[in-house]
């Protein structure tokens, strides 16, 4: 079984990747619906308290306790797929890609997703989630959390990099390539169709 985690600031493209993988029948594991899930466990509202119960996690249960959660829904999601790879969505920090390193060893890849500044924020104000989206300095904020959370020195770490400026068809190929599914056929995306290709979930 080959894993494949990605790793990005906001924006970057790591949804996009997702769903490159989701279309080629690659299961996708979304780190962040393990705290999605401890939130509405504890009777919390995952939009209001996600970053919460994530720093609630990391103390209670060690500073790979995400990455812990995670292991099990990736090689339940490896048991019910016919592919042998599945994606991991939005590592953080370099204990999570140790634990990942340490249960897979050889079989998992990190593919770094960048995208500089500018543009990503483009992305994020055009996919208008909240309305942090569309707010520059609360973006910067968010890079430096993540960034304080470890998420630089992760990307410096990557197997893989994609560098993510040119066009939505450009980016999927290069995705697709690095999942080890370019040479199948796949419908194309309707052009008349607006797409996204820095729209995340992380």
């Not at 194309?188 to 820095?198: I, K, L, Q, R, V």
């Amino acid at each position: 079984m080959n894993v494949i985690g990605t790793v990005g600031l906001p924006g970057s493209g790591k949804g996009e990747a997702a769903n490159v993988a989701e279309a080629a029948g690659i299961p996708v594991v979304v780190m962040g619906d393990v705290i999605r899930a401890e939130c509405r466990r504890r009777g919390l509202d995952p939009a209001e308290h996600h970053g919460r119960i994530a720093r609630a996690l990391r103390a209670e249960e060690g500073d790979d306790a995400i990455a812990a959660r995670t292991l099990p829904l990736i090689r339940e999601a490896a048991a019910e797929s016919e592919r042998d790879a599945v994606l991991v969505d939005g590592l953080r920090s370099t204990v999570e890609l140790e634990r990942f390193r340490e249960a897979f060893g050889d079989d998992f890849t990190l593919v770094a997703i960048h995208a500089p500044f500018a543009l990503r924020a483009e992305r994020l104000d055009a996919r208008g989630r909240d309305d942090s989206d569309s707010d520059l300095e609360a973006l910067r904020e968010r890079d430096a959390r993540e960034i304080d959370l470890g998420l630089g020195a992760t990307l410096d770490r990557a197997d893989v990099e994609i560098d993510n400026t040119g066009t939505l068809a450009e980016f999927q190929a290069r995705v697709r390539e690095v999942l080890g599914v370019a040479d199948e056929s796949l419908e194309a995306a309707d052009p008349a169709e607006p797409t996204n290709a820095g729209g995340d979930g992380a």
